[in-house]
């Protein structure tokens, strides 16, 4: 059955410098999505991306969060100048279409932590 | 902006007792789902409710949807050692891309 994957399983990091994560979404599909879950916290929203623009992206995502579909598989997540509060654990997911109806299905996510 | 609030936050119970989480919205929604998320892992998609009263069931789970669809609850039967992990709601409304979670609740089942 085709998974999203997300790479790397574990990123830590100094607080300041620029991470990047990766995904790549299920191959037909054409909606993508970066979820975050803060420890022990329900599962948070920051940009959903379609056709190589951002569709949609909540008040967490500001200049500091990036998103680019580099090549024809992967889809990233790049935070620019990480702080302390930016720990988290990262949700890639992806749809076949952008309908309220549509299943998203999520990767295995990558665990930020900032030191 | 919209809230989806979940209930009991933690619900620990004896293998073979019933489980029944609450989803409850603020605003009237499109659809639901449920997803399962074990212990480190990831959510997983349980299933969609998109007609208000239904009701699904996958084996154990019992699913439904209010009649307003303003709320949701899922119900286990008989629960497993494996049903461990923390359920979570998530609706999306119209003319939007993203599932706005619930609070979850997290079920521990005792052997």
Known sequence: ?115 | GQQVMQIPQYQHVQEGEDFTTYCNSSTTLSNIQWYKQRPGGHPVFLIQLVKSGEVKKQKRLTFQFGEAKKNSSLHITATQTTDVGTYFCAVSSYNTDKLIFGTGTRLQVFP
């Open chain 1, 1 to 115: 059955e085709p998974e999203v994957t997300q790479t790397p399983s574990h990123q830590v990091t100094q607080m300041g410098q620029e991470v990047i994560l990766r995904c790549v979404p299920i191959s037909n599909h054409l909606y993508f999505y970066w979820y975050r879950q803060i420890l022990g916290q329900k599962v948070e929203f920051l940009v959903s991306f379609y056709n190589n623009e951002i569709s949609e992206k909540s008040e967490i995502f500001d200049d500091q969060f990036s998103v680019e579909r580099p090549d024809g598989s992967n889809f990233t997540l790049k935070i620019r100048s990480t702080k302390l509060e930016d720990s988290a654990m990262y949700f890639c997911a992806s749809s076949e279409v952008s309908k309220s109806t549509d299943t998203q299905y999520f990767g295995p996510g990558t665990r930020l932590t900032v030191l």
